[in-house]
């Protein structure tokens, strides 16, 4: 007995799902607003963040910092190395129906980096500094959200990025003594 859904099916699933998100866009207020959330994923809000953390907390913040930027390194590399190997093009390349709103940063969607960093970075910085679970895990979602809103990825990309980003950041954690979620 079969009991997965044939490729084809998840593939046209993943489409009519980028369609629809890719859609709302269409809006100029939805579309400004998630360009804006993308630009600032691309590392920006990351850099300004370590450096408040520093500045506001010192040596333990540096220390923090430091553990968020060798997550992003491994990240980059981890990313680079996924989207060389699978080479998945980008939704509106692959649908004329599906819009960029904005230029891609590269050529291929899988996996989402801006997701993958996003929730690296958030759990990291959350075993860090718990109380600053309001401001990152909407605007990590935001992030997510966005990469499909603006055409660039398909929602598997993203959910794959997401989970990419969530083991990445368990194994800093378990690799940086003293650090943990759960704490």
Not at 14 to 21: E, M, N, S
Not at 138 to 158: E, K
Request: with cysteine.
């Amino acid at each position: 007995m079969r009991t997965s859904l044939p490729r084809n099916v998840l593939r046209g699933r993943d489409t009519g799902w980028c369609l629809r998100v890719n859609r709302w866009g269409e809006w100029q207020g939805v579309r400004r607003f998630f360009a804006v959330i993308s630009r600032l994923g691309d590392g920006v809000f990351w850099y300004v963040l370590m450096g408040a953390l520093i500045v506001v907390d010192g040596l333990d913040g540096l220390a923090a910092s430091a553990h968020l930027a060798a997550t992003g390194v491994i990240a980059l590399t981890l990313y680079k190395l996924l989207k060389r190997w699978t080479r998945r093009p980008r939704p509106f390349a692959s649908d004329v129906r599906i819009r960029a709103w904005i230029a891609p940063l590269d050529e291929f969607s899988f996996p989402s980096g801006h997701t993958l960093h996003a929730v690296a970075f958030t759990v990291v910085a959350l075993a860090h500094y718990p109380v600053l679970a309001g401001l990152l895990i909407p605007f990590a979602a935001c992030v997510a959200v966005s990469r499909v809103v603006l055409g660039l990825h398909y929602p598997s990309d993203v959910l794959a990025a997401t989970a990419i980003g969530s083991a990445l950041a368990g194994l800093s954690l378990w690799l940086v003594p003293g650090v943990s979620l759960f704490a």
